[in-house]
């Protein structure tokens, strides 16, 4: 299984809403990571997790939370967000060995703030 | 700190005609180096990586690229376009690793084909 997979491909939300997004991965990959992509832009990294500890925080809103219950599940919280954070919202793995630096992609899920 | 340049932001080519996609980076020691491509809505997949060794990679969909230390660049090409690889395609370098380990990606280069 070399599949990275994300819950819900789309969500709505209002400003006053919580929500959760999810990503999921079975490859025994050590190290999770959350992009943000706004449109015809690049993927902007979030945050990093790395043997299910928070290693990086790009100065991130605390309006976003993320956690990694364990190895395998990595979820972003969702409050009181603003309209400008509707975005696609990536989420990858890597497999966290010394010299294995490939990131493997799931494939988003679509955010729309109100 | 390192850094990827894709010089340009749009190309458009005819379908049966030849592709290369420039990409520039700057990082300090031996980088590691990726190709990827995004059709719309769609999440990123890889093409192909540059790690060590053949200077010379080949990647899914019949797309190459070839690392040139000299000139600090990883281009892209593939010898006959398809109406299908209409796409962005992004140039990406990953520093040496660890719980440090990080991403970079240029800005894009959106591909247009036309029939």
């Known amino acids: 299984d070399t599949e990275v997979t994300q819950t819900p491909k789309h969500l709505v939300m209002g400003m006053t809403n919580k929500k959760s997004l999810k990503c999921e991965q079975h490859m025994g990959h050590r190290a999770m990571y959350w992009y943000k992509q706004k449109a015809k832009k690049p993927p902007e990294l979030m945050f990093v997790?790395?043997?299910?500890?928070?290693?990086i925080n790009e100065s991130v809103p605390s309006r976003f939370s993320p956690e990694c219950p364990n190895s395998s599940l990595l979820n972003l919280h969702l409050h009181a967000l603003q309209p400008e954070d509707s975005a696609l919202y990536l989420c990858?793995?890597?497999?966290?060995?010394?010299?294995?630096?490939?990131?493997?992609f799931g494939p988003g899920t679509r955010l729309t703030v109100l | 700190a390192q850094s990827v340049t894709q010089p340009d932001i749009h190309i458009t080519v005819s379908e049966g005609a030849s592709l290369e996609l420039r990409c520039n980076y700057s990082?300090?020691?031996?980088?590691?180096l990726f190709w990827y491509v995004q059709s719309p809505g769609q999440g990123l997949q890889l093409l192909l990586k540059?790690?060590?060794?053949?200077?010379l990679v080949q990647g899914i969909k019949g797309f190459e690229a070839e690392f040139k230390r000299s000139q600090s660049s990883f281009n892209l090409r593939k010898p006959s376009v398809h109406w299908s690889d209409a796409a962005e395609y992004f140039c990406?370098?990953?520093?040496?690793?660890?719980?440090?380990?990080?991403?970079?990606f240029g800005k894009g280069t959106l591909l247009t084909v036309n029939p």
């Open positions: 990858a793995s890597r497999s966290g060995l010394a010299g294995n630096n490939e990131q493997f």
């Open positions: 990082y300090g020691a031996t980088p590691y």
């Open positions: 540059y790690f060590s060794g053949d200077t």
């Open positions: 990406a370098v990953a520093n040496s690793g660890g719980s440090n380990y990080k991403l970079t």
């Open positions: 997790y790395s043997y299910e500890k928070l290693s």
